[in-house]
Each structure stands twice: as C-alpha cells, then as structure tokens.
C-alpha cells in the first residue's frame, strides 16, 4: 500500500490488530452469553440481555466514560489491574476493550438466532445417552451453529474496526498507540490539507467493512452446506 502515509499505515495496522484481539477475546463469552440466553431460563435473564445489548442504545461516549471509570488508573478495576501489570487506559489493550465492548452485541445476537434456530430435541437425544452437557455441545451443537458464529466473528470485528467514540472517550487519540482508522480520519480532518489522507482511510474503511459482509455471507453458506451434507 505505497499510496498510504507511515500514519495512515500505522493506523491500518493498528485498527487490525486491536479489531483482531478485541474479536478473538470476546468470542468465547458471546458463545457462552448467547448460549445461556437461547437455551436457559434463569432470574436476571432480561436483565443481561439488556446489558449486553446496553451499548448499542447508549451514546459511544457514554459507554467509554463507564470504561475510563472503571478501568481507568482510579478507578476500581483498573487500580487493581495496574498492580499487577495490566492498564488498559490510553492504551492499544483498551482500545481492544472498548472495541470488543461495542461489537459484543452484534456477535452475540447473530450466534443466539443460530443457536435458537436448532432443535433442542437434537441436544436432548445427545444428553439421553449418557454424554455430558458439554460433550454434546461441543459435538451436537456447535457443528450446526458454526455459520452464525463465524458470522457474528466476522461482523464484531467490522464493528470494531469502525469503533470511534467509545475508544477516543476511554483511550484518547495518540498516533502510533491508539490512534485508530476512525480516530485518525478524525484527526486528519483537523488539520488543512489532511482530506486527502482521510478520505484514504474511508475508502480502506469501506473495503474492509464491505469485505466482511461479503465474507460473512460466503463463510456462512459454505459451512452451512457442508454441515448439511454430513
């Protein structure tokens, strides 16, 4: 990619690989979180439905000050997370947690329908004989609702790659450290004669939110089929 700046390259990398972690770490409870709101019936049910689907209704904003007081250096968590070496303020790590926060709906919705959408007859006949709820999970349904995790994987990590006010809030706007596709269009158009490279940045943007959709639609159809055909 001649055609881009050592910044916008940085940023590129940078989006990549904060979208990358944010989607890999939150894979497993959008598996699990999705799982226990299609399958199980418990108190406080609607209440974490309404929290993981929370940062989709609330501003960006908002939801990055919750995190900048959470995990910020005083707040609770993140005060006990430094001691031991972890900060996630005003750096990559928090703009993955920022970023995996504000796509971990999209990923979970779309493994729920998946999940909902197969019979719960095919989980019970695995439970009748004798293997552990696990084993049949793992074996029975994870097979059939491979699609609609790899799709949710896919648009969470769109999603992240286009996080903007929910990162700069928590993490702030520093090149090379947490400056981000979004936030480096954003900085570009401050500066005069920054709109060309911003609209370099769109225009990777729009690929590569593009590029996923189809990628999403291609995985899902494939593994679709072949589940169908074993």
Request: no cysteine; net charge positive.
């Amino acid at each position: 990619m001649g055609w881009l700046g050592p910044d916008e390259l940085e940023a590129l990398r940078l989006s990549l690989r904060v979208s990358f972690w944010a989607t890999l770490v939150t894979l497993p409870f959008g598996i699990f979180v999705a799982y226990a709101l299609a399958r199980w019936r418990f108190p406080g049910r609607q209440v974490l439905n309404g929290l993981v689907h929370l940062p989709l209704i609330l501003p960006p904003v908002v939801t990055g000050y919750l995190l900048l007081l959470t995990f910020g250096l005083q707040g609770p968590l993140g005060r006990v997370l430094a001691e031991v070496g972890i900060v996630f303020a005003f750096r990559w790590t928090g703009a993955a947690l920022a970023a995996g926060i504000m796509a971990f709906p999209l990923m979970v919705r779309a493994i729920r329908l998946s999940i909902e959408a197969v019979d719960p007859k095919l989980e019970q006949a695995g439970a009748t004989l004798g293997a552990p709820r696990l084993m049949v999970f793992a074996t029975v349904t994870l097979p059939m609702i491979l699609p609609g995790v790899i799709a949710g994987a896919i648009l969470a990590f769109a999603k992240a790659m286009g996080e903007f006010g929910a990162t700069i809030t928590f993490v702030s706007n520093i090149p090379g450290q947490t400056q981000t596709l979004p936030s480096a269009v954003y900085a570009f158009l401050q500066v005069p004669g920054g709109e060309a490279a911003a609209t370099r940045l769109v225009v990777i943007s729009i690929i590569i939110a593009m590029g996923a959709l189809l990628l999403s639609e291609f995985i899902g159809r494939r593994v679709a089929a072949r589940v169908a055909g074993s």
